[in-house]
T-cell receptor
Framework: KNQVEQSPQSLIILEGKNCTLQ??????????LRWYKQDTGRGPVSLTIMTFSENTKSNGRYTATLDADTKQSSLHITASQLSDSASYIC???????????FGTGTRLQVFP | NAGVMQNPRHLVRRRGQEARLRCSPM?????VYWYRQLPEEGLKFMVYLQKENIIDESGMPKERFSAEFPKEGPSILRIQQVVRGDSAAYFC?????????????FGQGTRLTVV
């Protein structure tokens, strides 16, 4: 079954700290993996897209990694800010289809 | 270049009424996708359309739900005879090519509440 699982479900950290979010997927065939940030009441906004051959990709303080062999990805946030409070969603594009398969997200809260 | 525009942002309907959700894709985008998000759940694919054509509607309930993307005007997701279980956030995304190979841009969503 094509699934995307994320952990933890929720996370609370203090401003300035780093954190890492995890994503495991069983989607096949694999096309690419994306991380989105979704603020409460808003639509998802893309952070990174990685294909099979990419191991890591950065976007400012966000760094995503991909291990296509173990089907795992992580999103590392450095020096967190209050505005990082949001849900972070791992999304896998299934090859040869036009479907994006969404994880349920990790809800991050950054406190001062 | 405005982003993906969805309206209304909030919609309240009584059971049995019809809900019409509109989505204007980004300029130059001819691929539109609709997703539904229930509380505490991930987004679920509903339907994929190109101009005047439904490409994939495998995620859309067979009854009461329909979608269109006419040659002129926005894409419309229509829900007839709404029930409480239809209450959800409905997101539209657009892309210049098939979403499997390119970036998808999401609208702010329409929050449907059925009372």
């Amino acid at each position: 079954k094509n699934q995307v699982e994320q952990s933890p479900q929720s996370l609370i950290i203090l401003e300035g700290k780093n954190c890492t979010l995890q994503c495991n997927y069983t989607v096949s065939p694999f096309s690419n993996l994306r991380w989105y940030k979704q603020d409460t009441g808003r639509g998802p906004v893309s952070l990174t897209i990685m294909t099979f051959s990419e191991n890591t990709k950065s976007n400012g303080r966000y760094t995503a990694t991909l291990d296509a062999d173990t089907k795992q990805s992580s999103l590392h946030i450095t020096a967190s800010q209050l505005s990082d409070s949001a849900s972070y969603i791992c999304v896998v594009s299934r090859g040869n289809t036009d479907k994006l398969i969404f994880g349920t997200g990790t809800r991050l809260q950054v406190f001062p | 270049n405005a982003g993906v525009m969805q309206n209304p942002r909030h919609l309240v309907r009584r059971r049995g009424q019809e809900a019409r959700l509109r989505c204007s894709p980004m300029k130059g985008h001819s691929h539109v996708y609709w997703y539904r998000q229930l509380p505490e759940e991930g987004l679920k694919f509903m339907v994929y359309l190109q101009k005047e054509n439904i490409i994939d509607e495998s995620g859309m309930p067979k009854e009461r739900f329909s979608a269109e993307f006419p040659k002129e005007g926005p894409s419309i997701l229509r829900i007839q005879q709404v029930v409480r279980g239809d209450s959800a956030a409905y997101f539209c995304a657009s892309s210049p090519q098939t979403v499997s190979n390119t970036e998808a841009f999401f609208g702010q969503g329409t929050r449907l509440t059925v009372v």
